[in-house]
């Protein structure tokens, strides 16, 4: 967009937001944004201990069903198809926790880059 149609679009819509927003983009200098690094550690912190939490909940369900008798349960580690099957079971399974540690884990991943 030329600098003097985008100006004038600026000077037409005055409300607070949109006068802030066009100054700062003629202004570069005057652009300024918190980065929010404490607040952003900090939901990092908690994303990790929740990660932490789950995944001992996963390793209780995975010996629980390691040691039972139920051939199906049994062939979990070596099956991704038993894994799935369990789903439908109606309680907590290896495949209901992995599912819920996958969406928590990829927005922890997002959020936290090495």
Known sequence: MPRQHFLRVC???MDDYHM??????T????????????L?????????AELVHLEAELRRI???E???AATSESAYPF????LRKSAGSGKVTQWTKYQEIQGKLQAY???YQA
């Open 11 to 13: 000077t037409l819509v």
């Open 20 to 25: 802030l927003a066009c100054m700062m983009a």
């Open 27 to 38: 202004h570069g200098e005057a652009a300024n944004f918190l980065r929010f690094d404490a």
């Open 40 to 48: 952003n550690i900090k939901i990092l912190l908690y994303m990790k």
């Open 62 to 64: 995975e010996m629980s």
């Open 66 to 68: 390691k040691d039972s």
């Open 79 to 82: 099956s991704v198809y038993e």
């Open 109 to 111: 991943s997002m959020w």
